[in-house]
């Protein structure tokens, strides 16, 4: 029962503190992209990288300096990596393997942080903090960009300009991520969690064995793997490890960090497209699905179906006592809904449906909420989808805030809907195929052997980055195959997206008449979350049947 009272008691505070900071986070967001004004540090960055801050751009240009950015992130990333010993604060540590150094760079440059190492042993402070942790901030930057520029394309027209990318990554990191990460540090700080530059202590265990404890610049990162969806842990336990993660208050403000960018800017889109119906319209829908899965994920965590966890009285495996099955249900649900990977307990150690409702939720294309800004991008493209399916109904054109859906943006809605659950699906097949792939299954002729799998390219194809134990993915099939899904993940649907943002800001608004279909109301509501978990399950139910349902029925 107490169990359960404090899990109750900490998602309604969770519930209240998103409240309180929807209007003024969203309208703060909204001001920062709607602003002609440049703050100083900006515009001598601006100077440097030779960028005229007042040139807007196509949404081509856009897209290919995003791309070029990320590849030059990726780039640096990864010799960062494969020189690390002849960095300061190495600690001693060698050089990541190429493998695994590609793995690691485009996880974190494509906001997956998909990580098939323990970093407390594998990275140095100086690739923990100048490396992994720039790149926190700098591809959360990115997806929030993506989203602002998809908004102008929907508030826009007659116009085939989206805006600037390297102003709008500049205005997010400075003006958004920054200010909030260090207020964060802070608090994080303040309830426990470690921050230092320390090689680690040597204590005595209980056993009498000595053990090194390391230390190093944890919450600063942690805040910045949370606040920007990202999930790396500076330890292999991630948010379950004691320095990360101290407390239930910790865990709170952790949950509520991972959340507060994709809720409120849904704000941010209502208000710029002059609608803030239209705003909260996206945030029901993010909502109800967000504490549908919430509930399913603890109902069956707290049933605790299956002999063994019958018998223990609770299905704490792999769960930290400090949390319980609440709160880490809670945090499962927040992660998987958001692409941030972050976890504070074992999601393969979940009951079979448990976690089959964590990999479903992945499976809805990360839109409950989303990742910071990559969440409302992809829920506005499901609700193109939307108009169009009930234009056909009743016979009409669909439109959408007064944009009309046409076969070129329908085209561009399908191949952006097509490309995760190809990429997902293509690995998963592709690694059950390989014999070398399935040497690393644990469990390998079962049908958990395949969740773990599953689970891992839905987690690299969504951008997610949490995983399943039992499946050691450090293996250069796995580094390779699962770097280049999450980057074709990241990458193509935001190509796709651009795009059709481009093609909404060229058209001229078409009148509001009686045959419109209203996008604010709780039907269009209904029927976009319908959409989301139609599209789904159709896509993944077979894979999901071999996997977590032949295991849980």
């Known amino acids: 029962m107490s169990d359960t009272v404090a899990g109750l008691l900490q998602a309604g505070l969770l ?35 030779g960028v005229d801050p007042t040139a807007e751009q196509t949404w081509a240009v856009y897209a290919r300096s995003l791309i070029a950015f990320s590849v030059i992130s990726l780039v640096l990333l990864f010799l960062i990596q494969r020189l690390q010993s002849h960095l300061p604060l190495s600690l001693g540590r060698p050089n990541v393997e190429s493998g695994l150094a590609f793995n690691t760079a485009a996880s974190f440059v494509a906001n997956t942080n998909w990580q098939s190492y323990s970093p407390e042993v594998t990275m140095g402070h100086l690739v923990q903090f100048a490396g992994l942790a720039v790149q926190n901030f700098l591809s959360a930057a990115v997806g929030i960009s993506v989203a602002i520029a998809v908004i102008r394309g929907f508030a826009r027209s007659t116009t085939d300009r989206l805006g600037n990318f390297w102003v709008d990554l500049t205005r997010t990191t400075l003006r958004v991520l920054l200010p909030i990460a260090i207020v964060g540090t802070l608090v994080l700080v303040a309830t426990g969690v470690v921050q230092n530059f320390s090689a680690g202590h040597e204590v005595t265990s209980v056993a009498g064995q000595t053990q090194t404890i390391p230390g190093g610049p944890v919450a600063s990162q942690e805040v910045i793997k949370e606040l920007g969806t990202n999930g790396g842990g500076f330890y292999n336990a991630n948010s379950a490890h004691p320095f990360e993660n101290p407390n239930p208050l910790s865990d ?13 800017i849904t704000r941010t889109f209502g208000l710029m497209v002059g609608d803030e119906r239209q705003g909260y319209a996206i945030l029901g829908v993010m909502g109800t699905l967000w504490a549908a899965f919430t509930f399913a994920t603890t109902f069956f965590e707290n049933q605790g179906a299956g002999t063994a966890t019958q018998v223990a009285g609770a299905a704490m495996e792999g769960k930290e006592t400090r949390f319980g099955e609440w709160a880490s249900a809670l945090f499962a649900s927040s992660t998987t809904g958001t692409s941030t990977g972050a976890v504070n307990s074992a999601h393969d150690s979940f009951t079979p449906l448990g976690g089959g409702t964590a990999l479903l939720h992945m499976m809805l294309g990360e839109v409950s909420p989303g990742g910071a800004g990559t969440g409302l991008y992809g829920m506005l493209v499901l609700a193109v989808l939307t108009v169009f399916v009930a234009g056909l109904m009743v016979g009409r054109t669909p439109e959408y805030l007064q944009r009309k859906v046409t076969a070129r943006e329908i085209k561009l809605v399908s191949l952006y809907i097509l490309t995760t659950p190809t990429l997902v699906l293509t690995g998963a097949s592709t690694a059950m195929g390989l014999a070398v792939a399935r040497a690393s299954i644990f469990n390998t002729d079962s049908p958990h052997g395949f969740s773990e799998v599953l689970y891992a390219f839905t987690s690299a194809g969504n951008n997610n980055g949490s995983a399943f134990g039992g499946l050691s993915a450090n293996i250069p099939f796995y580094n390779v195959a699962l770097g280049l899904v999450m980057l074709l993940g990241r990458l193509v649907p935001i190509v796709l ?16 008449t009686q045959g419109t279909l209203p996008t604010d109301t709780a039907l269009f509501v209904s029927m976009l979350a319908g959409v989301v978990l139609i599209v789904t399950g159709l896509t993944y139910l077979p894979a999901l049947t071999l996997g977590p349902l032949a295991e849980g029925l």
Not at 20 to 28: D, E, K, N, Q, T
Not at 39 to 44: A, C, F, M, S, Y
Not at 498 to 511: D, I, K, T, W, Y
């Open 15 to 49: 519930v209240v503190l998103l409240t309180a900071v929807y209007r003024p986070l969203g309208g703060y967001l909204a001001r920062v992209f709607t602003s002609d004004r440049d703050l100083r540090i900006e515009r001598g960055g601006y100077r440097l990288l």
């Open 252 to 264: 709170l403000v952790e949950i509520f960090l991972l959340l507060l960018i994709p809720v409120c």
């Open 497 to 512: 997206v651009l795009a059709l943002a481009g093609s909404f800001a060229r058209q001229q608004p078409v009148p509001v």
